[in-house]
């Protein structure tokens, strides 16, 4: 879930009066300079749950637009994933590095709860469990603390990592990394978990990142190449594992990748879900959607309202192997992007679950 940047590109892309959301909370307090969006998309399968971002975004516009999409996101996860919950986000506009304060999350709290549990929140970019237990003095619909399940990173990168591992599998009859080149762009928390990974099954490492220091760490721990960002589109490699910025595959990079599978922890990583899925389709490029595999973190925080054992939750994680093939099964068979076959079996759900509430 964490990642460098903020997910938006293109205002122009997101039909706002389409996407279905039930509330959008516009949250300002003066005194404690907190400013916040807070979407809940669907509440049809249960509690809207996704976590808060915090982020310089350069308008409000950009901010809106990131919560609407993202929110939407953690409905179709939520719902693919089998979990009773709905799909929601927050998102805080300011400087996660400098702007933070007990008051402002403790108001945040407050605006959470003001939607009487139809919303749960939990950490994201720019937050950590720490900011969450500020949240939690003031509303009792928040997840991701400390002294429980805390951060989710390590379960999001074991299922991009079961993700990924089912990819290589429907595209090459294996699902062995060993000495498969794979371009981690990213290495905030999840990234950094995912290297661990494809360090241990003998992978290839290429990483690129923005933040030096992060990458002169990772340097030292692990075996593995560095590329600029600006190089990456145009790198020779196996998989390309987009684990920091969304919309990263667009009409720019699509034509450049080299790549023969997209697994990665980001979210929201096509620009335009319905083209570039079908680009990528009618390309060859296998795309793991990525609201499945990197559903980890969503069901980390699933576990720690419902009390279930890290043992059953890593389990829930590994499920996410099976779950990628039936849809790269799906998306062959009925000659469909994976994007839209991931899309049509979690809106059945919903749908079920619609019709079973009526």
Known sequence: ??????????????????????????CQDQKSGLKAIIAVHNTVCGPALGGTRMWSYKSDQDALVDVMRLSRGMTYKNAISGLNLGGGKA????????????????KFGEFVD??????????????????MLQVSKTTRHVTGLPGKKGDPSP?????????MKAALKFKNG????????????GIGHV??????????????????????????NVVKKYNCSVIKPNDIYTAEMDVYAPC??????????????????????????????????QQLFDKGIVYAPDYLINAGGVMNCYAEIHGISDKKVMEMAGNI???????????????????LAANRIAEKRIKEESLKSK
């Open 91 to 106: 998102v805080i506009i300011g400087d996660s590095h400098s702007q933070k304060s007990p008051e402002l999350f403790m």
């Open 191 to 216: 990234g950094l978990y995912l290297v661990d990974y494809l360090n241990k099954e003998g992978a290839e490492i290429i990483i690129s990142d923005i933040n030096k220091s992060a990458i002169e």
């Open 1 to 26: 879930m964490k990642k460098n940047q903020s997910e938006h590109r293109n205002s122009n892309a997101i039909d706002f009066f389409n996407m279905n959301h039930e509330k959008i909370l516009f």
């Open 114 to 131: 003001s939607l009487s549990g139809s919303y749960i929140t939990a950490e994201d970019v720019g937050i950590n469990p720490d900011d």
């Open 244 to 277: 920091a910025l969304g919309a990263t595959v667009n009409n720019e990079t699509i034509d450049k990748l080299k790549c023969s599978i997209i697994a990665g922890a980001a979210n929201n990583q096509l620009l335009d879900e319905k083209q570039h899925g």
């Open 321 to 339: 192997y099976q779950t990628t093939l039936d849809i790269l099964n799906k998306s062959q068979d009925e000659n469909i992007s994976t994007s």
């Open 155 to 163: 379960i999001t990168a074991y299922g991009v990592y079961m993700g």
């Open 174 to 185: 294996t699902e062995s990394l060993n000495g498969k080149k794979v371009l981690v762009q």
